[in-house]
């Protein structure tokens, strides 16, 4: 990606030097992690849920402490691309909500290391960058990106800003009123049936990462040579039938939540080629028009 010149953003508080907390947060894009632990242990996506929501209801004692640790200059590049690409996030949305006749808040940007506090509990780096809606907060720990890296085979600048646009995506439906009815929908339904709500919610933020990636390089010509083809690879090993192949040999579609590698490549692919908000009608989609 292009971003020499590009403004950093004012929305980010840098919490990496602060460590503590044991409780975990469930993320919504960086599930692979916990995922692939529970896969190897034989369980699927049903129990990695269990699992996170485990973590997240064991109450223990926190204790936050500063530390006076030196961040590698690859630490530091990495954070400053994610304030850039933040920023750009700001750029597109207020953009793309003024058209639509409405006001954008942005939201913060948490980076932290290991586990940190937020509005929805401890968040822990296990399970990869998350949403908090009660904060209105994306929180990412960076080691995320090198995890992609070598645990995924997820590589490049433009792959790793699709996963804080995923997470941004996650915002814009709550802004929009889609994230909190879709929870109460889940809440009043089976697993099965909750599970495809998930999947509808993990597809849309996808394609709003697409449409963000779609604008920021019209006003920005951000793009390069090969930034798609990284988004497109980084959306296919993160596919849920991809996982649970990679962990046990065979999937299971009735546990799928965050949707297959060919769904999310193709919700990714819709926002980057329209920018049209409209396109963006997962939750009226049958499931095999998805």
């Given at each position: ?9 004012n929305n980010v508080d840098d919490r990496r030097r602060m460590t503590g907390g044991q409780k975990a947060g469930l993320g ?263």
């Amino acid at each position: 990606m292009r971003l020499d010149g590009r403004r950093e953003s004012n929305n980010v508080d840098d919490r990496r030097r602060m460590t503590g907390g044991q409780k975990a947060g469930l993320g919504l894009g960086g599930i692979v992690i916990i995922a692939l632990i529970t896969f190897m242990s034989g369980g699927n996506l049903g129990d990695v849920v269990q699992n996170v929501g485990s973590q997240m209801m064991n109450q223990s004692e926190n204790v936050t402490e500063q530390s006076d640790r030196e961040f590698t200059e690859e630490e530091q590049e990495l954070a400053k691309f994610s304030s850039q690409i933040l920023a750009g996030t700001e750029d597109v949305w207020t953009k793309v909500f003024k058209d639509m006749g409405r006001t954008y808040k942005a939201p913060k940007m948490v980076l932290y290391t290991g586990s940190v506090q937020t509005g929805c509990g401890t968040g822990n780096a296990q399970v990869g960058p998350f949403y908090c809606s009660a904060d209105q907060s994306l929180y990412i720990d960076l080691s995320f990106f090198t995890t992609m890296k070598k645990q995924l085979g997820a590589d490049g600048d433009f792959a790793y800003a699709y996963v804080i646009a995923h997470e941004v995506g996650h915002h814009v439906e709550y802004l929009l009123g889609t994230l909190d009815q879709a929870h109460s929908a889940m809440s009043r339904t089976n697993q099965t049936e909750a599970n495809k709500i998930s999947v509808r919610l993990e597809l849309l933020a996808d394609f709003y990462a697409g449409v963000w990636a779609h604008h920021d390089n019209q006003m920005f010509g951000s793009l390069e040579d090969g930034d798609i083809e990284e988004a497109i690879r980084c959306a296919q090993v993160i596919g849920d039938n991809y996982l649970q192949e990679k962990a046990r040999g065979y999937s299971q579609p009735e546990t799928f939540t965050h949707g297959t590698s060919k769904q999310r490549m193709k919700w990714l692919k819709l926002g980057l080629d329209t920018g049209d908000m409209s396109k963006g009608n997962t939750f009226e989609k049958s499931d095999s028009e998805l």
